[in-house]
């Protein structure tokens, strides 16, 4: 048992009290408003300045944030700098942030990349992992998991045309290589699990199925790993819905699902009330954020919706 | 056909010219001499010392250089500054650098890691890739091989005790997970050899056969795969050796064999000349590099002789 509290406690305090969604922070410098961009001394001071509005407006709208560091990594150092920040603004407001970091790598460089992103210029609460050279690529950031609450999400079973190069291949009798990964998380957090029966690490899976089978899928992925929080990528710009998000719930929790683009760029694509292209010149991040917390509103509401459907 | 000549072709070259050592910076701050670590601004800085006294000591004898992303990484932003700075300064010498990275990531969000690692600040001639997520985390990188002669390792078959929980499961009669990544990423790079019928991306693929089962598998990998070019780790402090090394190249070429902590830590273990920690008390980051030279030639000439032996 933990004597500390886990920050997938946290999370799921978080989804009971401001719904399912993670606002992605993909925040690419063309994604600012132009007006905002060419005030800037950089496209990484644009970055940040744009991600400090979207969540100071939605911090009573999103469960949690998640930031892909590849945004911020093409930036380089300065780059890297506003991912710092956004991390530090967001975990100083109270909020939990989700390193999308997708990291993977064994023994001591593990426990290296455990230092650099839950403790230090890089802190986050959770990471994503990348599970392929096996479990000792998982088992090391345990660690600051009993020691300081932190949590991680491990790619189990994605959604993007690639997942079924390698996670979908068949490695036994009704077994995908995905249930090998989500069979050793649960294996490996079983012990350690918190207030609310999740272990301190889950998984990522997609949300996004096609056809009935794929449907019957999700849902027997959710029954089968019931001591993993998900992460549920895939929403909006990707293509997933709410009725296609909350078969990977579980009891109106369990986990959040991420949207990036639809939320951050709705600002750009609402020409409803503008006058078009001049209106939207004149965007600035304040305009932005609105748009954002309109957006992130509206995804949590129909999450909501879909499960009181549903109940 | 490429117009333009492929990294890959510059190692090849470079092998055969110097050798087989890829020697691995991954550099921690308590890897080098204590009394250059004390003179230091920061560890940093002491990182940045040493691994440029290392790689001036060894550019005549390493093939190619393979920097750890997760020892910088630690360090925050101070930590990238000097990976940035290290890159530089093996790429300004002419030398040939990998940037361990293993990303993974799909779409948008993978090419935006290709320009962070193939572009800017953090501008490499390789990086390696991890296959999870499916070749759509790998294709995106391809553009900066047809484009800039990049090149990348995809994480296919390691050595690490953990390899056995996902790479090694069977996924049909006489094939395991690894020999998907490594069809598929044979037939991604078919159309795109180079001079010396190597494709622009290769494998990691590791060499620590402990069975003689391990050691015709080592062979029928190589075997299987002439088209990929081999990253080898695990050689060295990692339990790894010249005979089991060769194994993994192919007419006397075809991989580089990485060794870190036996190479850049040769200084610290070398008690033999010394009056015991009182000298090495004393050492500096020209004893280190004089030592790491050494072990590099070692390493070289084992693996030499190792081929010569075979041949």
């Given at each position: 048992m933990n004597s500390i509290k886990l920050n997938m406690d946290k999370l799921y305090e978080a989804v009971a009290a401001k719904g399912h969604v993670c606002i992605g922070l993909?925040?690419?410098?063309?994604?600012?408003?132009q007006k905002e961009r060419q005030c800037a001394s950089s496209d990484a001071e644009a970055v940040l300045a744009f991600n400090l509005a979207v969540i100071e407006a939605t911090l009573d709208t999103a469960a949690c944030y998640k930031v892909q560091i590849a945004y911020y990594e093409e930036l380089g150092i300065a780059g890297l700098e506003t991912y710092s920040k956004t991390l530090k603004y967001i975990r100083q407001k109270g909020a939990l942030v989700i390193a999308d970091i997708k990291r993977g790598d064994i023994a001591d460089t593990a426990s290296r990349y455990a230092r650099a992103h839950f403790e230090g210029?890089?802190?986050?609460d959770f990471v994503t992992l990348s599970p392929y050279l096996g479990m000792d690529a998982v088992e090391p950031w345990l660690k600051w998991a009993y020691q300081k609450g932190k949590g991680a999400f491990v790619l189990?079973?994605?959604?993007?045309?690639?997942?079924?190069?390698?996670?979908?291949?068949?490695?036994g009798p009704n077994r995908r290589m995905y249930n090998e990964v989500g069979d050793k998380l649960t294996e490996l957090t079983e012990s350690g699990r918190g207030i609310y029966r999740y272990g301190p690490f889950g998984a990522v899976v997609g949300a996004d199925p096609k056809t009935d089978e794929e449907k019957q899928e999700a849902i027997a992925i959710r029954n089968q790993y019931p001591g993993l929080f998900f992460l549920i990528p895939g929403y909006g710009a990707q293509g997933g819905a709410a009725k296609d998000a909350?078969?990977?719930?579980?009891?109106?929790?369990?986990g959040v699902v991420n949207a990036s683009r639809s939320i951050i760029k709705a600002w750009s694509s609402d020409?409803?009330?503008?006058?078009g292209a001049g209106k939207l010149a004149e965007a600035d991040n304040v305009f932005a954020a609105t748009k954002a917390r309109d957006a992130a509103i509206k995804m949590r509401d129909a999450i909501k919706n879909e499960l009181k459907r549903n109940a």
């Amino acid at each position: 048992m933990n004597s500390i509290k886990l920050n997938m406690d946290k999370l799921y305090e978080a989804v009971a009290a401001k719904g399912h969604v993670c606002i992605g922070l993909d925040t690419a410098a063309d994604y600012v408003p132009q007006k905002e961009r060419q005030c800037a001394s950089s496209d990484a001071e644009a970055v940040l300045a744009f991600n400090l509005a979207v969540i100071e407006a939605t911090l009573d709208t999103a469960a949690c944030y998640k930031v892909q560091i590849a945004y911020y990594e093409e930036l380089g150092i300065a780059g890297l700098e506003t991912y710092s920040k956004t991390l530090k603004y967001i975990r100083q407001k109270g909020a939990l942030v989700i390193a999308d970091i997708k990291r993977g790598d064994i023994a001591d460089t593990a426990s290296r990349y455990a230092r650099a992103h839950f403790e230090g210029n890089f802190e986050a609460d959770f990471v994503t992992l990348s599970p392929y050279l096996g479990m000792d690529a998982v088992e090391p950031w345990l660690k600051w998991a009993y020691q300081k609450g932190k949590g991680a999400f491990v790619l189990m079973r994605t959604s993007n045309p690639g997942m079924k190069d390698f996670q979908y291949l068949k490695t036994g009798p009704n077994r995908r290589m995905y249930n090998e990964v989500g069979d050793k998380l649960t294996e490996l957090t079983e012990s350690g699990r918190g207030i609310y029966r999740y272990g301190p690490f889950g998984a990522v899976v997609g949300a996004d199925p096609k056809t009935d089978e794929e449907k019957q899928e999700a849902i027997a992925i959710r029954n089968q790993y019931p001591g993993l929080f998900f992460l549920i990528p895939g929403y909006g710009a990707q293509g997933g819905a709410a009725k296609d998000a909350v078969l990977l719930l579980r009891e109106g929790n369990g986990g959040v699902v991420n949207a990036s683009r639809s939320i951050i760029k709705a600002w750009s694509s609402d020409t409803s009330e503008t006058a078009g292209a001049g209106k939207l010149a004149e965007a600035d991040n304040v305009f932005a954020a609105t748009k954002a917390r309109d957006a992130a509103i509206k995804m949590r509401d129909a999450i909501k919706n879909e499960l009181k459907r549903n109940a």
